[in-house]
C-alpha cells in the first residue's frame, strides 16, 4: 500500500507570495494534519482535518489556511510569505479511530 | 498545555554499544507516547508508541520504551545500534486518544561511530 504523498517535494518562492502544498493520505486514512518543522527543531502542529472539517488548529497566524476534500486529499495554503516560512511541511494521515499518525515525506519550501 | 523535553541535542555511540534517549513529558493526564526517527530529508517513521498496560514497549528495529509515571518519562533504548540508525529521533505527546494533535520535542540527533 502506498503511504502518505506530498507534492512538490521542494518549492522555492519569494516574499509576499503565495503557496499550496498537497497531500495525499494512506488508502482508508480520514485524518489529515499538517505540521511544520524549521530546521534543528521538532515539527509543530499547525492543522487537523477530519471529514473535511477542520478539528484542530495551532498557534499559527491566518495566513496559514487548509482545507480537505471528498477523496480526503488536503491542501495547506499560505499567504504572503515571509522568509521565517521556511520549513519542511509535514503532512500525515491517520484511521477514523485515530490512533496514530503517519508521516509523508514532507515538502520542503525556502523563501527567499 | 502538554509539552516534551528531549535533554540531550547530540548523541555518539560507537556502533554495538548500548543506547538510552531521554524523554521528559508534561502533561495533566494519561498521555499517548510516541517516538518517532527522521532521516536526513526525509519524514518520520514511527518507531513505538505507548497508550496503556505494559509500561515497557517494543518497536520496530530492535528499539524498545518504557513509560514511568512517576518520572514523566519514556526514555527510548536498543541494545545494540547499528550504523543504520544514525538519524533525528523525536518524542512526542498527544493528549488523547483520537486527539492527533502532536506535541513533539526538539529531537536528540544520533551520531554513530565505527
Known amino acids: ?112 | 498545555a502538554q509539552s516534551v523535553t528531549q535533554p540531550d541535542i547530540h548523541i555518539t555511540v560507537s556502533e554495538g554499544a548500548s543506547l538510552e534517549l531521554r524523554c521528559n513529558y508534561s502533561y495533566g493526564a494519561t498521555p499517548y507516547l510516541f517516538w518517532y526517527v527522521q532521516s536526513p530529508g526525509q519524514g518520520l517513521q514511527l518507531l513505538l508508541k505507548y497508550f496503556s498496560g505494559d509500561t515497557l514497549v517494543q518497536g520496530i528495529k530492535g528499539f524498545e520504551a518504557e513509560f514511568k509515571r512517576s518520572q514523566s518519562s519514556f526514555n527510548l533504548r536498543k541494545p545494540s545500534v547499528h550504523w543504520s540508525d544514525a538519524a533525528e529521533y523525536f518524542c512526542a505527546v498527544g493528549a488523547s486518544f483520537g486527539n492527533e494533535k502532536l506535541t513533539f520535542g526538539t529531537g536528540t540527533r544520533l551520531t554513530i561511530i565505527p
Open chain 1, 1 to 112: 500500500d502506498a503511504g502518505v504523498t506530498q507534492s512538490p517535494t521542494h518549492l522555492i518562492k519569494t516574499r509576499g507570495q503565495h503557496v499550496t502544498l498537497r497531500c495525499s493520505p494512506i488508502s482508508g486514512h480520514k485524518s489529515v494534519s499538517w505540521y511544520q518543522q524549521v530546521l534543528g527543531q521538532g515539527p509543530q502542529f499547525i492543522f487537523q482535518y477530519y471529514e473535511k472539517e477542520e478539528r484542530g488548529r495551532g498557534n499559527f497566524p491566518d495566513r496559514f489556511s487548509a482545507r480537505q476534500f471528498p477523496n480526503y486529499s488536503s491542501e495547506l495554503n499560505v499567504n504572503a510569505l515571509l522568509l521565517g516560512d521556511s520549513a519542511l511541511y509535514l503532512c500525515a494521515s491517520s484511521l477514523p479511530s485515530g490512533d496514530t499518525q503517519y508521516f509523508g515525506p514532507g515538502t520542503r519550501l525556502t523563501v527567499l
